[in-house]
């Protein structure tokens, strides 16, 4: 039986295909397949032998935008700082998107990282990725030597063993919490889209911990973290973290220690998490490249969840929105300040402060 | 047990506390000082030997390491001179301390120039730009210390500006000498200054000796090596001639941490000094 | 007129006369500034709060006071009267009489010793008496200059010569002179403004009051003072026959206003209504919410900007409206006292109260009226200085003008609005002298400190006892020389005193110092004098840094003096680890389009472009629509009964003659860039031009309830009433009824009835505001129909009336011609039906408490004025903000009036609030008074402290583009990064807080200033 | 050496006696998807005995992460201030049981680079491996690529076989001896026991492809051509430049040093750093020598199969297949093994 992904990899190559020969695009930006079961490899096509390789599954789970600005500017002239931009069009690269990659593209184009008019999209509709490491946890230790995909299952092989797994049972969480698997900005669409994903309670996780007391959930999140080696594969996955010089790593200020004390650890993930507030699409890519098993997307996913309760925002879900965290206005009401009694010659040296602008 | 003790003495990570006996701000912009700085105990003065060439790395309880060339010739006994220029957190710092501040010092470490070896007997030309001239004030002040046992001595220095040059009383000095030739030169005419004008690599290409039975030492920024070498080269300079010294990024000092390796040579033991005829087998990734 | 001369008079020294003499002196004029009193601050520093935003007083005037007391071109007289002003505009020679002080205050640091050692105590006067100080005084804590003063009246050595000069034994610094004498300063002068103020009334002249006899009855402005934190309580309400706190107080209106009768004041103060809702709002926030307030009054004036708001706020927090006249106070045991009123139904009742406070009236005193007779000003019936409708500050004397409450009783902005309209008025006279007298301050070249290490002097400040009294200063000192970088430190009794600064400046010349602490009292007063010291001394002023000990260690501390103490060398740490990593910035600057933009031409507008065009600055008047003079054009007469047709044509003519006007037509605004000094416009026909300032006056709209824009809430009655407006003719707006008044009059002569209805589309819940102008507009029209036909029936139906001011004096005639007055309700709204082809009015009269219908042949409606609804989207392009009534918001309600916090941008007229044409006036004056100051010179200051952007870790991402609200952030194309434009950066920090990336930072409060003050914090 | 023959009570029972002198550390069952790491064990029961490596390679144990260098106070102006007080680690003694031989090797390998480190030296005389052959490869294992065995001794002061009912245990060093003589209950194993090992480590070496002389070869190739390879470039473009690699290499041993200070008490410590990362080689004045993705790449393996190689002979790379495992994108050593030796 031919699955669902099988015909989207036919699709895939058949488009990249042309629109290399075409010349529409430079570089097309996809999987191919990994050397171990269940691993795919990010691959920039190059040419319609190169297409030819592409694949689609199951276990796409590395976000494409990541790469976007990459391969854009690997397309372009070579140009020096300061160099004025070249003229013409520049080449464009085409690149998949589902749901969230696609969402991440249009904060890239909000946040001036890509240029809608260089990306050809070519938008699936995600089915959901498949969690490698839940796959494993059911294996219990057994390797798998060989995994085939069927549209609702996973047939598992290895030495002396033969195993189905229901797939839905082993899609990553952030897939089983989705509510926006198809893309929202595309050029060409590949298959049907499916529409918003109805889903009881997508923050169930995150309501989960919130209900948890204080120290509960502090104790929670250090035992979560407590295997962390920093080797940064959730930020390096992540399309929303490219400061040319991290927090963790900017020595002036030194705003966190660099090693695995709890403490810097603990601060590495709180940043990076609130950096991606009202930015994250919860693609999940830094969970599924975390070497530890480490579910630091929980962390956004409370972000997600507040941005979405306090602005109404999702991230991603329109060009024409700004990001909720990008904006300000000078008459911002700040109803978070806490104001408590105060003694009369402090009462008056705010008061006369508020709405007097220094005169210069 | 016993054996592990010894090793502690030899600890390569441990700095020798200095105190700083001197500082001269040496540009006009303020961002280059000269340090003075005295190793505190006997001991580590006893044993304190270095090459010109060799660096150090210059400690603050703190702040880190930054390695500096060293720029006073083992000659010199008052102390070692470290010019250093501001521009992180330890070198920022180092700058608004003052004299008698407690600092630490590692090494000396690297290589150095073989002025004891491949340069002796030899007609020396130094080039240097900017103020990278550090560790070749350190080897010239070596060379005039043993003056017979080189040939002829050329240097041939470069700056933005007259403000710009390092160690301005001393080439005064030299410009004296008459055995040594000293080409100062800035890269735009200014008011007041009357020495050559022009850029380092120009200036190189009119005054260069001739390469026979000479070497070069070449420090400055990369730019001014790149353009160096073209006139040197017309006049049949090769690169087995040239030295240069490199400055990767360098932590640990004792070729372990890895982050100054320029393909399979660490710059900070295997070098930083390297005939250009080395550099040019390895990666460009200095 | 011959060569005018380049400086001015200011009389008075309150908020009025402080504000003339900085807007002058900040646009090329020399001042001298003549007050009565050892200091200035006037009225306005004896109050406690003021309305509607309940600032501290003290505190939001006191930044004036220092500018004015620092200000290099401003002369300050204290003790000085005007003796005489002779000659012409432009050249006037004024004697002035300088009382002595007995004090010199070169010599004198206000350590306060004199006064500890000095044992005649007396009345203190700026307390009214009510508490006691000794015969050689400061006014009060923040009093400019801040020196003492020996009360003559009291002084033991000065009326026995010989006794007692114990002062002048105990003064560290010999300044006490007890041998001074009186100084006579003859000055000349090209113009002169009065601000003498006003006096309260005094009410023991009323018997019934019990003012004088009773001690807690008490006036509004002993009431303040019992409030202040700086009076003879501190703070703490207490009545003053036994201490006690109130817990039951009464505010009595219109003690001498509206009083023909007892006090021969006709006239309505205008703000005693506001000060005693205030006043109850705020003993209930000392005293506790149990505190019963009580407000008897006659009419609730809350006529101005979010006074209504103010007022129901009040009401819904339960202070007691009663509308009734107090017959009697009378004396109740343990100096309680009892009123005796009649309710609103008639009905006589007692009610007993802990405290009677008397809402005092404003007047005119007898020292300002000699004045006023000495100059021959000439006074109005209601013994004010007399002004002219539509020349709100010029006095029938040539060349001398006045503001404030000495031409009519009026609130602090609308004071501050005449200073500046006068201070304009002295612009227009003297343009051709603008810095001739004025002197600008020369400072050494600053010393290269780049390469040094950092070399900290410390100053630790006493503040007299201010600090000293909590703090251990000495130890603090000594803390501080242990410090790293610390050079010297030193501790001083008044680090601010000349002295002490002129010697830190020589202690930093002298120990080659690079960094400055200085640990005292607040950088919003004292940082630009410190700062201006490192400049005299040589070095950049941005190597400083304030600990402030005072403000947030001594005076919140007062009781735990170790934790203060503590505290002040935590903050000494903090201040030195930062200013150590503080680097030179430059002095930035903005050269000036001398050119200015004003929107809408009408008569506020028009008065603008004028004011500045008359000083020689090209302005550019914007109209949309294709003519000008706005709603004027609809107006009949002023409320003085002054026809508007012939003014506004006078104006007109010399808007469009004038060489220094060009009129724009039938264009809005549709992009502006820039910043003050710089604007780039964009109108709407594509046309651009370039401004240093804008003026934006583009009116309001009459409500017309036919228009159906009342439709918001249709589940307010009000919702759907229209009251047949637009369907029949016989309906009018006041603006319709002044059409007819204008065209055809006598067709209304033979009507026997009008009814008018006030209120209609003001003091709703969907427009909640009071439109100001209607009553008295009202009522001058139902003058002019008794004018028309004297034996017309003229019915208003109103809620409260408010011809505040000398408007009264119109209520009093309307009165006496009959007019019939009948009050509704929000939930009694009259009901307007048809009949017979003709109007029936229905409405319910509260006194007889039974419906009363009339007949009219026409009815007039007292419609609202409201706020274009295009108003938002220009405030918007100049980066302003709108209140929540939608009228344009100034800087500061009470001493920004005229400005938008956003500078070099201003507002006039009734676009800001509704308003009367002579107020419009006095504030489109005001307007460009304040943008002379800008349009006056050649360059504005600019920000130092601005944003700069790390390249290295710029990513581009546009975050900061979008956030920064002054437009200076803009992304570089091909280096992909942003830039910072300095000029227009106002360094607010808004850009840092959103880059993600670290890399914009704002220079000497980066990363590295401030985590090294937090970790010295860390430190112990 | 000298070759025991031991139950597996009796391992237990060394494991409870070594615990008397000895931190007794052994490879532990973290989670439920079958991560094994290393973690304190008080006995055998503990120690999971499934087949492969711990998910953290041994040099944790090595190269910890920080490590301190030395302590010091900057009080200005007090005695102590600016003293630096050296911290040589003299902890307790310790044993790891359980190590597979891939990771035994990589003490020896790093060990070289090391030598004039007495911090890393310490803890290597600080430390005893007791190591366990491996009967059954992983599909990431190739530690006959690179000169490694699963039977592999080096390193090891002892090496744990197990048979049908026992353990063989291997005495390699003096320091294994005495282990085995502390925990005690050990026979000396019989020839046929012996033999038995013999077997068992011909059939698992067979049944592992095996690459001889790797690193000779890589030697002999020209340095200059390796590192102009082609494939470098399409190599590095799935790369996202994270440290997953390199933080579980067992023989990247890359390091940064760097100051801390808390309330004026500091220490100088050092932490594991990746040449993976851009600033990994940045100057302070911004000009970064490895600045690309491809030449960071290209560092990494050139450093294992080159560099270290001409340096000090062997490949820094034992085979263990955890940077195989834990690549985010899948980035296979494997592949860039035979791209550079020019095999298929």
């Not at chain 4, 390699?172 to 033999?195: I, P």
Request: glycine share 8%; net charge negative.
């Amino acid at each position: 039986m031919e699955s669902s992904s099988s015909k989207i990899t036919d699709e895939i190559r058949a488009e990249a295909s042309r629109l290399l020969s075409s010349g529409e695009v430079a570089a097309f930006l996809g999987f191919v397949p990994g050397s171990l079961p269940m691993t795919v490899r990010p691959f920039v096509a190059r040419s319609s032998e190169d297409a030819a390789r592409l694949v689609w599954n199951s276990f796409c789970v590395m976000n494409l935008a990541n790469y976007l600005p990459e391969v854009l500017k690997s397309v372009e002239p070579p140009r020096g700082p300061g160099d004025p931009e070249p003229e013409g069009p520049l080449p464009r690269v085409g690149v998949l998107a589902t749901g969230c990659w696609s969402r991440n593209m249009v904060v890239q184009i909000q946040e001036n990282r890509i240029q809608r008019d260089r990306v050809v999209i070519l938008g699936i509709s995600s089915r959901g990725m498949v969690d490698r490491k839940k796959v494993l946890a059911r294996l219990g230790g057994r390797e798998a030597l060989k995994v085939e995909e069927q549209d609702h299952s996973l047939l598992v092989s290895g030495r002396a063993f033969n195993e189905e797994i229901p797939r839905w049972e082993v899609v990553r969480d952030n897939c089983r919490s989705c509510v926006h698997p198809d893309p929202v900005i595309w050029d060409i669409m590949i298959g049907e889209r499916a529409g918003d994903r109805q889903n009881a309670n997508r923050f169930a996780q995150v309501e989960e911990i919130e209900s948890l007391a204080p120290e509960e959930r502090w104790a929670w999140f250090q035992e979560e973290i407590s295997s962390c080696i920093r080797c940064y594969a959730c930020r390096n996955a992540c399309p929303l973290c490219y400061c040319p010089t991290c927090f963790v790593d900017d020595s002036r200020p030194q705003w966190v220690g660099k090693s695995i004390e709890p403490v810097d650890t603990a601060i590495f993930h709180i940043l990076r998490a609130y950096h991606c507030a009202g930015r994250c699409t919860d693609c999940g890519a830094c969970e599924s490249a975390c070497p530890m098993g480490i579910r630091m997307r929980l962390f956004t996913k409370k972000l997600e969840k507040d941005v979405l309760e306090m602005y109404g925002a999702e991230a991603g879900m329109d060009p024409e929105t700004p990001l909720p965290l990008s904006t300000f206005s000078p008459d911002d009401p700040q109803d978070f300040i806490v104001t408590g009694q105060e003694s009369p010659k402090s009462t008056g040296d705010e008061a006369g402060r508020s709405g007097e602008v220094s005169q210069s | 047990m016993a054996e592990s003790k010894k090793e502690q003495i030899n600890n390569p990570y441990m700095p020798f506390p200095a105190r700083i006996e001197d500082i001269i701000v040496e540009t006009e912009d303020g961002n280059l000082k000269t340090f003075r700085l005295m190793l505190e105990r006997p001991e580590d003065r006893e044993n304190w030997s270095h090459v010109p060439g060799q660096f150090a790395m210059l400690s603050l309880a703190g702040r880190g390491e930054i390695p500096i060339g060293i720029a006073s010739s083992p000659t010199e006994k008052d102390g070692l001179l470290f010019t250093v220029n501001k521009a992180g957190v330890v070198t920022g710092a180092l700058h608004s301390m003052e004299v008698g501040a407690s600092v630490g010092v590692r090494g000396p470490l690297g290589n150095g120039f073989p002025v004891d070896s491949e340069l002796k007997g030899k007609n020396i030309v130094i080039i240097a730009g900017g103020f990278a001239f550090t560790t070749l004030r350190a080897t010239l002040l070596y060379m005039l210390a043993n003056r017979r046992d080189y040939g002829r001595i050329t240097v041939i220095y470069g700056a933005r500006t007259p403000g710009m040059l390092l160690y301005r009383k001393e080439l005064e000095e030299w410009q004296k000498r008459d055995d040594v030739e000293m080409h100062v030169t800035i890269d735009r005419e200014t008011q007041g200054w009357t020495g050559l004008v022009g850029f380092v690599p120009t200036v190189a290409g009119q005054v260069a000796p001739s390469p026979e039975n000479a070497v070069a030492l070449i420090c400055g920024p990369p730019v001014m090596i790149k353009f160096t070498m073209p006139p040197l080269e017309k006049i049949g300079w090769t690169d087995e001639q040239v030295y240069l010294s490199l400055e990767n990024r360098m932590k640990c000092g004792i070729g372990i941490c890895g982050h100054c390796n320029c393909g399979p040579v660490y710059v900070c033991k295997d070098g930083p000094v390297f005939t250009r005829a080395e550099v040019m087998k390895l990666p460009v990734e200095f | 007129m011959a060569a005018p001369k380049g400086s001015v008079l200011v009389v008075g020294g309150g908020i009025a006369g402080v504000q003339a003499a900085l807007d002058l002196a900040n646009s090329g004029f020399y001042v001298h500034l003549v007050e009565s009193t050892a200091a200035i601050g006037g009225r306005m520093a004896q109050l406690d709060k003021t309305f509607p935003t309940n600032d501290c007083s003290a505190c939001i005037l006191s930044p004036k006071l220092v500018e004015c007391g620092r200000h290099l071109n401003i002369n300050l007289l204290t003790l000085s009267d005007v003796e005489s002003v002779e000659g012409e505009p432009g050249a006037f020679r004024v004697v002035v009489r300088q009382r002595p002080r007995y004090v010199d205050t070169e010599k004198c640091l206000a350590c306060g010793t004199c006064a500890e050692k000095c044992p005649k105590k007396v009345p203190d006067d700026f307390n009214l008496g009510l508490g006691k100080r000794k015969a050689v005084y400061l006014r009060f804590p923040q009093a400019v200059p801040l020196k003492y003063a020996i009360d003559p009246e009291y002084c033991i050595y000065i009326n026995k010569p010989g006794r007692c000069g114990m002062c002048a034994k105990v003064c560290p610094t010999g300044a006490i002179n007890l041998e001074d004498t009186e100084k006579k300063h003859v000055l000349d002068v090209g113009a002169v403004i009065l601000a003498p103020g006003f006096s309260a009334f005094d009410p023991s002249v009323l018997d019934y009051t019990g003012y004088g006899r009773f001690p807690n009855v008490v006036t509004s402005m002993d009431f303040e003072r019992l409030l202040s934190p700086s009076g003879p309580t501190e703070g703490h309400l207490q009545r003053p026959s036994d201490k006690k706190e109130p817990k039951r107080i009464a505010w009595l209106q219109c003690i001498g206003s509206r009083d023909i009768n007892r006090a021969c004041h006709g006239y309505c103060s205008s703000v005693c209504c506001m000060y005693a809702i205030k006043q109850a709002v705020i003993a209930r926030e000392h005293a506790g919410k149990d505190v019963s307030a009580d407000i008897f009054y006659m009419d609730m004036r809350t006529h101005g900007k979010e006074f209504e708001a103010y007022y129901n706020r009040a009401s819904d927090e339960g202070i007691a409206f009663h509308r009734a006249r107090v017959h009697t106070v009378s004396p109740a045991a343990d100096g309680d006292l009892v009123l005796r009123y009649a309710d609103e139904q008639g009905r006589v009742r007692e009610e007993e109260f802990d405290m009677v406070v008397l809402s005092v009236g404003l007047e005119l005193d007898s020292r300002a009226l000699d004045l006023a007779g000495r100059l021959g000003v000439a006074l109005d019936a209601d013994n004010f200085i007399a002004t002219d409708t539509f020349r709100p500050v010029v006095t029938n004397r040539p060349g001398v003008y006045v503001c404030g409450a000495a031409s009519e009783p009026k609130d602090i902005p609308q004071s501050v609005m005449e200073a500046s309209a006068a201070a304009l008025e002295a612009q227009r006279l003297l343009h051709g002298a603008r810095w001739q007298e004025t002197r600008t301050k020369e400072f050494p070249p600053e010393r290269d400190v780049h390469a040094e290490p950092p070399r900290i002097g410390v100053f630790v400040c006493h503040c007299g006892i201010n600090i000293a009294g909590v703090v251990d200063v000495k130890d603090v000192t000594e803390y501080a020389k242990g410090l790293p970088g610390v050079v010297i430190a030193q501790d001083n009794l008044f680090t601010c005193s000349q002295d002490t600064i002129d010697q830190m400046a020589k202690t930093i010349r002298e120990h080659g110092l690079n960094r400055v602490v200085v640990a005292s009292c607040t950088p919003r007063t004292h940082e630009p004098l410190f700062q201006e010291t490192l400049r005299e001394a040589g070095i950049n002023k941005f190597l400083f840094e304030m600990a402030n000990i005072r403000d947030q260690d001594s005076w919140v501390h007062q009781n735990q003096p170790e934790q203060a103490t503590k505290k002040a060398k935590d903050l000494v740490r903090m201040a030195v680890a930062k200013v150590a990593r503080k680097q030179p910035l430059p002095y930035n600057s903005v050269p000036v389009f001398k050119s200015a933009l004003v929107v809408g031409a009408g008569v506020a507008g028009m008065s603008a472009a004028l004011s500045l065009a008359d000083q020689g600055f090209p302005v550019t008047l914007v109209e949309r629509k294709d003519r000008l003079g706005g709603h004027a054009v609809k107006f009949y007469r002023t409320w003085q009964g002054a026809e508007v047709k012939p003014f506004l044509e006078n104006l007109s003519r010399q808007v469009l003659s004038h060489e220094n006007i060009n009129v724009r037509f039938g264009v809005t605004v549709s992009d502006v860039e820039g910043s003050v000094g710089r604007f780039h416009t964009t109108l709407s026909d594509g046309s651009a031009l370039d401004h240093g300032v804008a003026i934006l006056a583009v009116g309001a709209e009459s409500y017309k309830p036919g228009k159906g824009t009342f439709a918001r809430d249709a589940s307010s009655p009000w919702g759907r009433e229209t009251f047949f407006h637009g369907a029949r003719p016989d309906v009018y707006t006041l603006l319709e009824l002044d059409q007819v008044f204008i065209k055809d009059p006598s067709s209304l002569s033979g009507a026997n009835q009008a009814v008018f209805i006030h209120c209609v589309g003001s003091r709703i819940p969907e427009r909640p505001y009071c439109s100001r102008v209607c009553c008295t507009h009202a009522i001058d029209q139902a003058l002019k129909l008794k004018e028309l036909n004297p034996d017309m029936d003229v019915i208003m139906l109103y809620r409260d009336i408010r011809t505040y001011g000398q408007r009264e004096k119109l209520y009093q005639e309307a009165r006496a011609k009959g007019i019939l007055f009948v009050r509704y309700d929000l939930d009694h709204l009259p009901k307007v039906g048809e009949e017979g082809g003709g109007l029936v009015v229905q409405a319910h009269d509260p006194v007889l408490d039974m419906d009363v219908r009339f007949n009219p042949d026409f009815l007039v409606l007292a419609s609202a004025v409201r706020p274009r609804d295009d108003v938002g989207g220009l405030a918007k392009l100049f980066k302003c903000a709108l209140s929540e009534d939608n009228f344009m918001l100034e800087a500061h309600m009470k001493l920004r009036p005229v400005d938008f916090a956003t500078d070099g941008v201003y507002l006039a007229g009734l676009c800001h609030y509704p308003k009367p044409m002579d107020e419009a006036i006095a504030q489109a004056q005001a307007a460009a008074a304040r943008a002379a100051t800008v349009l006056s010179r050649d360059e504005v200051p600019a920000e130092s402290v601005t944003a700069e952007v790390d390249t290295r870790k710029c990513t581009g991402c546009g975050v900061c583009v979008r956030i920064c609200p002054y437009h200076a952030v803009s992304p570089d194309p091909a280096l992909r990064v942003a830039v910072v434009d300095t000029g227009l950066c106002k360094g607010c920090g808004a850009c840092v807080a959103g880059c993600r990336s670290d890399a914009i930072t704002l220079k000497n409060m980066g990363n590295e200033q401030i985590l090294a003050a937090v970790d010295a914090a860390m430190e112990e | 050496m000298k070759v025991y023959k031991i139950s597996r009570e009796g391992l237990d029972k060394w494991i409870k006696h070594w615990t008397e002198s000895y931190d007794v550390f052994g490879p532990v069952e973290k989670n439920e998807n079958g991560m094994t790491d290393w973690a304190e064990v008080k006995g055998l029961d503990e120690i999971s005995t499934a087949p492969g490596t711990t998910k953290q390679p041994i040099k944790t144990f090595y190269l910890p992460q920080p490590e301190t260098l030395f302590t010091f106070t900057s009080r200005g102006g007090e005695p102590d201030s600016d003293v630096l007080k050296e911290t040589l680690d003299e902890g307790r003694p310790r044993v790891l049981f359980g190590v597979r031989p891939c990771d035994a090797r990589s003490v020896t390998l790093n060990g070289l680079a090391y030598e004039e480190d007495p911090y890393y030296m310490a803890n290597v005389e600080r430390t005893l491996l007791v190591g366990v052959s491996c009967r059954e490869q992983c599909g990431t294992c190739f530690c006959r690529w690179v000169g490694g065995s699963p039977f592999g001794t080096e390193g090891l002061d002892i090496l744990l076989i197990e048979t049908e009912q026992n353990f063989v245990a291997e005495a390699l060093t003096d320091r294994g001896v005495s282990l085995v003589e502390a925990g005690g209950g050990a026979r000396e194993a019989s020839g046929e026991d012996l033999a038995m090992v013999e077997s068992m480590r011909q059939e698992a070496e067979q049944a592992m492809s095996a690459m001889p002389d790797t690193a000779e070869t890589l030697r002999s190739k020209d340095l200059m051509s390796m590192y102009n390879a082609d494939f470098w470039g399409g190599l590095s473009e799935s790369c996202i430049n994270c440290g997953a690699c390199t933080f579980l290499c067992p023989t990247c041993y890359c390091f940064d040093i760097q100051d801390e200070v808390v309330r004026k008490k500091g220490r100088r410590i050092r932490y594991w750093d990746s040449c993976m990362f851009p600033l990994f080689t940045q100057h302070a004045s911004g000009h970064n020598p490895r600045g690309q993705k491809v030449q960071r790449v290209r560092n990494r393996f050139m450093h294992k199969l080159k560099y270290f190689p001409d340096r000090f002979g062997p490949v820094s790379c034992v085979g263990c297949g955890r940077c195989i495992r834990e690549c985010p994108v899948n980035i296979d050593i494997r592949e860039v093994l035979r791209d550079l030796l020019g095999v298929e």
